[in-house]
């Protein structure tokens, strides 16, 4: 596959199409938590950083390369080549990126993207003009093009998982390397058939050398390299969330005295007087009556009677009202903090229930499990510290004695 390619821009490119990968998707976890003309701006930066990332590879792997000397780039094809990539990631990221990412929609998804992966590689392929002829193995096309879609739903995989850390950096790699894979794979179904008559050089056209890509090409490594370092900067915005979260996340004798039937210390700007004999007690904050969720066209409002569950979700939550879940700005203590503990219970470190809604309950490893009813019943863990608390709560504590 590597066969006559220069090794180290071969590595090259597969390092930037990692890097790339990493930028994008690190941009792209962030849009479903941030509303908004930031959100567009987010999807706009992932889907250029993604395309800038597949087309910069592409045209690394070309150099390193083992084509004709004589070989120049027609300009048309080659901007072609990377507003097809550019316009294919983001109209695949906005599709998974509103509403619920069903399945049917992802697979679209990432088919679109990998046939436009492909699409940007043949046309780019296609600029090179020289005294020759391209031809290329049917097989290896198809392979190539099979390769791209499970690269792109690997890739949305990725993105609708909010992946960091760790995980972030081995989707990346896998994206990268992915992404080269079906590059070679392509270019070992490519040949190059000499012409006789130096005639059918090319029509004409705005072309390039070798030498001026090189460099347009080493610009948009420089680019990437920077987005790469930036993404690695916290931001400040998520730090002073995580800050909030860990004050206003409740200590584990303020929960057993909640279990207790006292209330736990919790912080917040809606406040009610402390009830007689509690002086020794701080205010608790009024039970929320709106829950605030992201939708496709803004923030809307759902009453807490209509909640089903909370689920955390890095540093916001995603909200069931018994037919699908949404995203919330609240992280899962600020949640906790502003429903009414009269009706929901925290039964796990990242769940949240409405005891009226629950419909089901059984015991699971060394936890539970219990199922919220709605239009689309859903079940959630409960966490073994926190089974006791559920089963009084249900009126089911003497019946299991």
């Known amino acids: 596959m590597f066969r006559g390619h220069d090794p180290y821009l071969v590595a090259l490119s597969v390092v930037i199409a990692i890097l790339g990968g990493y930028t994008g998707f690190g941009l792209a976890a962030r849009i479903r938590g941030t509303p908004g003309v930031s959100r567009r701006l987010l999807l706009a930066g992932a889907a250029g950083f993604l395309a800038v990332g597949i087309w910069t590879m592409h045209f690394v792997g070309m150099l390193a390369a083992p084509i004709p000397a004589d070989t120049v780039y027609l300009v048309l094809p080659t901007i072609i080549s990377f507003l097809i ?39 780019g392929i296609h600029g090179l003009a020289g005294n020759f002829a391209i031809r290329h ?8 093009i099979l390769l791209a879609i499970v690269t792109a739903y690997g890739g949305l995989r990725a993105f609708l998982a909010r992946q960091e850390g760790v995980r972030l950096i081995a989707s990346s790699i896998a994206f990268g390397v992915a992404v080269s894979g079906m590059h070679y794979t392509a270019m070992y179904g490519m040949h190059f058939v000499p012409l006789a008559d130096a005639a059918h050089r090319h029509a004409g056209g705005l072309a390039a ?14 680019v990437i390299a920077a987005g790469f370092l930036l993404s690695l900067v916290p931001e400040p915005r998520r730090q002073n969330l995580a800050a909030a979260a860990a004050a206003s996340d409740p200590a584990p004798e303020a929960v057993v005295a909640s279990s207790q039937g006292r209330e736990p210390a919790v912080a917040s700007p809606r406040l009610m007087p402390a009830p007689l004999g509690g002086l020794g007690q701080p205010p608790r904050a009024a039970p929320a009556v709106r829950l605030p969720v992201e939708g496709a066209n803004g923030t809307h409002f759902i009453d807490s009677a209509d909640v089903r569950s909370v689920r955390a979700d890095a540093h916001y939550t995603r909200v069931h009202d018994g037919t699908r879940e949404r995203m919330c700005p609240w992280s899962i203590s600020e949640a906790e903090a502003q429903l009414d503990p009269g009706l929901f219970v925290r039964v796990h470190r990242s769940h949240i229930v409405a005891i009226p809604h629950v419909s089901f309950v059984r015991k699971e490893g060394d936890g539970a499990v219990i199922e919220l009813d709605g239009p689309s019943p859903h079940r959630v863990p409960v966490s073994r510290a926190k089974i006791a608390e559920v089963k009084a709560r249900l009126g089911l504590a003497k019946r299991h004695a």
């Open 85 to 123: 990539c550019a316009l294919v990631v983001g109209i695949s990221l906005f599709f998974v990126s509103i509403g619920e990412p069903s399945l049917r929609r992802v697979v679209g998804s990432a088919v679109l993207l990998g046939a436009g992966i492909a699409s940007m590689h043949y046309v």
């Open 137 to 144: 193995d049917m097989p290896m096309i198809l392979l190539s």
């Open 209 to 222: 050398s070798q030498q001026i890509l090189s460099v347009v090409v080493s610009v948009l490594c420089f």
